[in-house]
């Protein structure tokens, strides 16, 4: 028997990018997949987490040009709220390049830009997935169950 998550309608994905044009793609597809999205174009998004309490952001490495991405992550990974929420770094940097930055800063993972909507989706699920795995909240799939 399969295991998922319920309707990820009830799930909350933050997603911080300073690319306009990424932020609504992104925003975009998330929505389009049912999660509820709320969206940031800075770092400064301290409040905003307490405020949305978010199950994964979604965390954008260089605004403009400065590689402030980490940083935050380093930050929100150091209160409780951070380090119970899935943080994925997002980024059009090499993976090689994003893996390492993962465990440098204590991000949970990463996704491409380059792959597109249906490569985040994946990965977005799939850490939701995991996580409500290991915290019993997971559903058996009664489709293909």
């Known amino acids: ?10 799930q909350k ?6 690319d306009p044009d990424q932020l609504f793609i992104a925003s975009r ?4 997949a049912g999660y509820q999205v709320e969206t940031a174009d800075n ?41 119970d929420t899935i943080v994925l770094l997002y ?5 090689t390049d994003l893996a390492a930055l ?9 996704v491409c830009k380059h792959e597109g909507p249906a490569s985040l989706i994946h990965e977005v699920r799939r850490h939701l997935d995991r996580r409500a795995l290991h915290t019993g909240t997971a559903l058996p799939d009664v489709a293909n169950g």
């Open 29 to 32: 597809a998330l929505k389009r």
């Open 102 to 110: 993962v465990v440098e800063c204590g991000a949970d993972g990463y």
């Open 43 to 83: 770092i400064w998004i301290a409040h905003k987490v307490g405020e949305f309490r978010p199950d994964l952001i979604l965390m954008d490495v260089q605004f403009a040009n400065f590689q402030n991405g980490p940083v935050a992550v380093k930050a929100l990974k150091k209160n409780q709220l951070g380090r």
């Open 91 to 95: 980024s059009t940097m090499p993976e």
């Open 1 to 10: 028997m399969s295991e998922h998550i319920e309707a990820s309608k009830s």
């Open 13 to 18: 994905i933050f997603v911080v990018d300073d």
